[in-house]
T-cell receptor
């Protein structure tokens, strides 16, 4: 069983719509979660970090964490073609002292 | 603060040779992790070093090794290169339990 799971996609949304990216995790000891954006051929870039239950907003991005359901999501409002990339979800487990990445969801924003 | 730097950025090697890649973390970060990424694949975790000690290790053969120096700079070495080792090698640094920041990567081509 993978520790952090994401749907590989591609997820296609029209320009201006809300893109919803989801991630589930198996380790209940996971304390913090991170979302990264990776363009093809480039290294991952940190978008959001979330440490507690609830929502965290930063510009067009909102990260949501539900520890009871072991679920993390990233919402991108007013999606732009430049948002087309692979989005990686990662969780940090204090017990194992390690970060585990999901395999990523490819997002395509259609103009 | 300066970001994570990796050298060299590009490398071409022949099968059977060995290679050493270098990573300089963000100042103050004591954790350095290494990942391999092949086209269309997710991040494959190689190993993590914290304060000069290997704390976590992925499922790679012993040809892959690493080390960390007292200034937190890290190197990884791949011996007896195989064609399948051609990949983007990414280094990421972090503070304990916090988000990882990635370097630009070293693109290794084995011919």
């Amino acid at each position: 069983q993978k520790e952090v799971e994401q749907n590989s996609g591609p997820l296609s949304v029209p320009e201006g719509a809300i893109a919803s990216l989801n991630c589930t995790y198996s380790d209940r000891g996971s304390q913090s979660f991170f979302w990264y954006r990776q363009y093809s051929g480039k290294s991952p870039e940190l978008i959001m970090s979330i440490y507690s239950n609830g929502d965290k907003e930063d510009g067009r991005f909102t990260a949501q964490l539900n520890k009871a359901s072991q679920y993390v999501s990233l919402l991108i409002r007013d999606s732009q073609p430049s948002d087309s990339a692979t989005y990686l979800c990662a969780g940090y487990s204090g017990g194992y002292q390690k970060v585990t990445f999901g395999t990523g969801t490819k997002l395509q924003v259609i103009p | 603060k300066a970001g994570v730097t990796q050298t060299p950025r590009y490398l071409i090697k022949t099968r059977g040779q060995q290679v050493t890649l270098s990573c300089s973390p963000i100042s103050g970060h004591r954790s350095v992790s290494w990942y391999q990424q092949t086209p269309g694949q997710g991040l494959q975790f190689l190993f993590e070093y914290f304060s000069e000690t290997q704390r976590n290790k992925g499922n790679f053969p012993g040809r892959f090794s690493g080390r960390q120096f007292s200034n937190s700079r890290s190197e990884m070495n791949v011996s007896t290169l195989e064609l399948g080792d051609s990949a983007l090698y990414l280094c990421a640094s972090s503070e304990q339990g916090r988000e990882q920041y990635f370097g630009p990567g070293t693109r290794l081509t084995v011919t």
